[in-house]
């Protein structure tokens, strides 16, 4: 099994900023992208940032210039800095990676972490 634990969420003004961390453990090969999607209330989730093993990047264009994903392929952890953080950032933020758990087995499988609340007042 694997688990995608996120941490660093909470209540902030707009303007402000946060970081968000993800830790994925348990039965894992290799790791290829690791990724921030988001979900507001009543509306679809959608993909933030992305992060490839070798270092690509892809953002929406809602967050581009203020949101910063990197990651640590030694610890299997990633990370978004958000800057300048607006009310309409508000939303339960969840992790992602792409990952093969065995040498054995090929298939590409997505994981999801359970989510963490990020409220940006205004």
């Known amino acids: 099994q694997v688990q995608l634990v996120e941490s660093g969420g909470g209540l902030v003004q707009a303007g402000g900023s946060l970081r968000l961390s993800c830790a994925a453990s348990?039965?894992?090969?290799?790791?290829?992208?690791m990724g921030w999607y988001r979900q507001a209330p009543g509306k679809e989730r959608e993909l933030v940032a992305t992060?490839?093993?070798?270092?690509?990047?892809n953002y929406a264009d809602s967050v581009e210039g203020r949101f910063t994903i990197s990651r640590d392929n030694i610890q299997n952890t990633v990370y978004l800095q958000m800057t300048s953080l607006k009310p309409e950032d508000t939303a339960v933020y969840y992790c992602?990676?792409?990952?093969?758990?065995?040498?054995?087995?090929?298939?590409?499988?997505?994981?999801w972490g359970q989510g963490t609340q990020v409220t940006v007042s205004s």
């Open positions: 992060m490839t093993s070798g270092g690509r990047t």
């Open positions: 992602t990676a792409d990952l093969r758990v065995s040498s054995f087995y090929t298939a590409i499988t997505r994981w």
């Open positions: 348990g039965s894992i090969f290799s790791i290829n992208v």
